[in-house]
């Protein structure tokens, strides 16, 4: 997930830390993405203003 969004593993484990990222599921200890979610989460950062 995080070479489709083009940033690090740590951005996407403080995204979850701060609930700024898309959204995820624990399966076990793993943490998972689902597609929908993702291209969600991204359409909506393309209006989004950036502090």
């Known amino acids: 997930m995080a070479t489709f969004l083009g940033v ?4 996407l484990t403080q995204w979850r830390y ?10 076990g200890r793993h943490v ?5 979610d ?3 989460w991204v359409d909506a ?3 989004a203003k950036v502090a």
């Not at 690090?8 to 951005?11: G, L, R, W």
């Not at 998972?32 to 929908?36: D, K, N, S, T, V």
Request: charged share 40%; net charge positive; proline share 8%.
């Open 18 to 27: 701060v609930k700024t990222g898309p959204r995820w599921s624990k399966v």
């Open 38 to 40: 993702v291209e969600k």
């Open 32 to 36: 998972r993405y689902r597609w929908e």
């Open 45 to 47: 950062q393309a209006g």
């Open 8 to 11: 690090p593993e740590k951005t």
